[in-house]
């Protein structure tokens, strides 16, 4: 069966970096784009980054362009969300998804 399972979460200064491993199985991982999702206290699931199969192309919502890279490696069948420049607004619970599966999340908390 499809299983996701997120890694890398915790507690961080603002400013400061993480870095989030997603490890995919159950599925042909290289035919399929991958994304990272998160929700904070309160609020509606976003959007954070989307990659495509091969990797070639990503994509971020503003909030987190130029902050957040999303990359994968199909032969470990596994993709990274690096987080840098943190600050509390990202704090919730991250998501990894793909074919309408979801990981349990992971939760980071931005906080001095």
């Known amino acids: 069966q499809v299983q996701l399972v997120e890694s890398g979460g915790g507690l961080v200064q603002p400013g400061g970096s993480l870095r989030l491993s997603c490890a995919a199985s159950?599925?042909?991982?290289?035919?399929?784009?991958m994304s990272w999702y998160r929700q904070a206290p309160g609020k509606e699931r976003e959007l954070v980054a989307t990659?495509?199969?091969?990797?070639?192309?990503?994509t971020y919502p503003q909030s987190v362009k130029g902050r957040f890279t999303i990359s994968r490696d199909n032969a470990q069948n596994t993709y990274v969300l690096q987080m840098n420049g943190l600050n509390p607004s990202d704090t919730g619970v991250y998501y990894c998804?793909?074919?309408?599966?979801w990981g349990q999340g992971t939760q980071v908390t931005v906080s001095s």
């Open positions: 990659i495509t199969s091969a990797g070639g192309t990503t």
């Open positions: 159950g599925f042909t991982f290289s035919n399929y784009a």
């Open positions: 998804t793909s074919l309408g599966y």
